[in-house]
């Protein structure tokens, strides 16, 4: 059992071993999961009970009845599923993950204050390269805790995230950050899409778990000629986008000022929706924008409790998943949400639309699932790949415990796992086949030099938070 | 260390027994709690560090530094404090408690289907009394878990819920309710209203830790004249009322349609603003019902899950707590919330109604952690009795880790509490100086014997619901 701390390489090496002695090559497989209860989340597909995935090199290559599984394969290792619900790992389609270093440093003021007088000063103070490894390793420890095995990044020094998701075993897509204003380790446009390019080059198609892509901040700060050459770069290098996208009700005005128009209008005009964008947010939207965003298959990413916290407004999610945009679900950076637990946005979309339109129907609990994995893969542009348990996709999936008292007593798994289950309740987290978290132990990182490099930062932050309160008394 | 299991008799006569040898009569105490963090939750009192709370008879005799308390009293019993908050157990001021055994049967469906379809018919098959012993056993196991100190419940057989709570050792006020129609054990308002009085009669002044109430279902379910009856004969046995009211649209038309006035103007009317009332949900009020309700000290109910599930609307609370109305949280049953996770409803509130208003600064953390501790203290008339940690008042309080990675960095203990702490990070739960829940173990309920009974009623509704689906078919 791998119930301790052993580096990436180890594992991966140790999965790759051959199969058992005995076992025939066509039924030799390198791990079997199983789950008394089995979501593989394929729409088609109904819960199956007493049932199990097999794992060869990282794919899937079988999802059926445990009695059939174990007829047919023989595995290096195994997991056992009692008391289990088994199903896709989380896919979280909008975070900054180093900003979990600022957790809770400052809530509940109005925006430009929140930004101006403490994120973007502390941005410019602390974030480095170090900041942003630790931060990094600490969102990437809470989300295999949590359940998420795929996330969609957009923060600084990129590098040093693809180095941290390497080791960790998670799945990202990764956007270098572009703006016209400086930023941490840049002093404009010019080299922060610069630095975007080259980042896109070096990394597109180096590793299977990570998807580089290019970040331009938002259509209030990028312009629209910037945002037309991240357009023609990122189509000749057939790269991915992301972007935040018509959050808030300021950005609405902004962009009806200066170009008349919406923002989803505004990015679509400068030929941002013929690429493969992921927009996050998508608060601020009128018809004609949930029409042009499905016809294009952009990907929507809904933030239910950043929005909420920041008062940004409510997202149309029923509407654009009616109209059959693609949305998945973000935890957005825990500066405002305050933490990673896609569980909660789940719960959050869940209740959020049914007191928005006043219907009880709207939002039903597999629809709020079905955006944390099968859906929010596909606006991911993921959707063959991760998100659903089906044979020749890959092997990212986990184990939730369904017998805590809470979960007392069990008529419907999916109700249970929207309303109900905490992220601890999350037993398994298993990315690429590689078990990442088994009984709750994260075995890709080391706990005590992550808790030792995270006190080293907060402490500098918290002095430096003194100082300013005190320089303002 | 009282780590096992041991009958709430035992565990009173322990902590009653003498002083140690040793100690004079003026520093013997019962019980000392640690804590990192205090939070006595009293507006005068700003957080303290390394502090301490000392307990004699159920009683919390001092509060303060830990260095002091050490050198002034001598406990039979201490729990440490390193790493914990240490802060007054929850209020969870609205509830259905034997409603969890329903937890999750049916979600998502239309208000009157969701009723007529499986509630009330489900309810009028099952609930008897070993039904509401074995629910309100789930329930009160759960709040202990996540502690949850003191609620409100509205149920049919409340002797059964009384005696549960003499047992766990939680602290409630339990409502009898009365209903203008046929209800579990009843044929209508007469021998419902009559069972109300007996039960309010008989545990008046019974027991130190439970207060009985009228509980008038709605204003939409009782007569005019009915309501005037409750008036009077709460009114002659001194006692406490508690009733849904103004909770959704529906409610709101039907008011308006008979008696041509608004629900909360209507039952003040009636004399009910004249008593000690609980009024839960309190969603659908104008200015005038906002300002009759803080003049005449009525408590209001906040119940942000259910009436997000219920597409009941969004309860206008920073308008309440500016008038000064006390607004205390409640999760409202299992059915439709599903757990009954107050930590939830405290970070709901926070969010709901910044996304409500569009302002970030809407709802602050400790306002929101305020309603679930002070604040419901006060909405449930025992203010004077719970809801702070102060010389004199009742010792129900509950320690909190908040070491585990999810809440690195800490900067602020009540961001954290607000905005990322699960309810399995409750270690300690006490009420009135007893230990019911040790290092997250349930000292006074045993898991065992509650499973089987829970499993037991659940198999009866699960083969219940198959015949419902197998009939429609």
């Known amino acids: 059992m791998l119930k301790l701390f052993a580096p990436c390489s180890l594992l991966l090496g140790w999965l790759m071993l051959p199969v058992v002695a005995g076992a025939s090559p066509g039924n030799g497989a390198d791990l079997i999961v199983y789950g008394d209860y089995l979501l593989t989340m394929d729409p088609g597909q109904p819960e199956l009970r007493d049932a199990a995935v097999v794992v060869r090199e990282g794919v899937i290559v079988d999802v059926g009845p445990r009695e059939r599984i174990d007829r047919t394969w023989v595995a290096r290792d195994s997991i056992a599923g009692e008391g289990r619900v088994l199903m896709p790992g989380l896919v979280n389609g909008h975070t900054h993950t180093a900003m979990t270093l600022f957790r809770g440093m400052v809530d509940d003021l109005d925006l430009m204050t929140w930004l101006n007088h403490y994120v973007f000063p502390m941005e410019g103070r602390f974030v480095d390269p170090d900041f942003v490894r630790t931060g990094t390793e600490l969102a990437c420890w809470e989300m295999i805790r949590g359940g998420t095995t795929t996330f969609v990044d957009m923060y600084f020094y990129p590098d040093e995230i693809a180095s941290v998701v390497e080791r960790c075993g998670l799945r990202a897509v990764i956007g270098s950050p572009h703006i016209d204003f400086p930023s941490p380790g840049f002093t404009g446009w010019e080299d922060s899409f610069a630095a975007a390019a080259d980042f ?211 008529y419907d798994v999916i109700s249970h796992l929207v309303y109900v289950l905490d992220s601890q309740d999350v037993q398994t987290t298993i990315v690429a086949g590689q078990v990442l978290m088994r009984d709750r132990q994260v075995l890709t990182l080391d706990e005590t030099a992550l808790r030792a490099a995270v006190s080293r930062a907060s402490d500098r932050i918290r002095k430096a938070l003194r100082e300013q309160q005190e320089n303002e008394a």
């Open 200 to 410: 896109v080059r070096r990394w597109q198609g180096r590793h299977p778990r990570i998807t580089p892509a290019f970040a331009p901040h938002a259509p209030y700060t990028v312009s629209a000629e910037h945002l037309q050459a991240t357009v023609e770069k990122a189509t000749e290098l057939g790269a991915v986008v992301t972007m935040h996208l018509a959050e808030a009700p300021a950005e609405t005005e902004f962009i009806a000022a200066e170009y008349d128009t919406s923002p989803v209008r505004h990015v679509a005009g400068l030929g941002m929706f013929r690429l493969p964008l992921i927009a996050a947010h998508m608060v601020q939207l009128d018809a004609a924008d949930i029409t042009l965003t499905a016809g294009a298959g952009v990907g929507a990413i809904h933030n239910p409790t950043s929005n909420m916290k920041l008062g940004a407004g409510i997202s149309p999610v029923p509407a654009m998943l009616a109209a059959g945009v693609n949305v998945g679900l973000g935890t957005d950076g825990a500066a405002s949400n305050n933490d990673l637990d896609l569980w909660e946005e789940v719960r959050m979309a869940a209740l959020l639309h049914k007191v928005a339109s006043g219907d009880p129907t709207a939002m039903p609990a597999g629809q709020a699932l079905a955006m944390a994995t099968r859906l929010g893969a596909a606006a991911i542009h993921l959707g063959d790949v991760v998100g659903q348990l089906k044979t020749g996709m890959q092997a990212d999936m986990i184990q939730l415990d369904v017998t805590r008292t809470h979960h007392l007593p069990l």
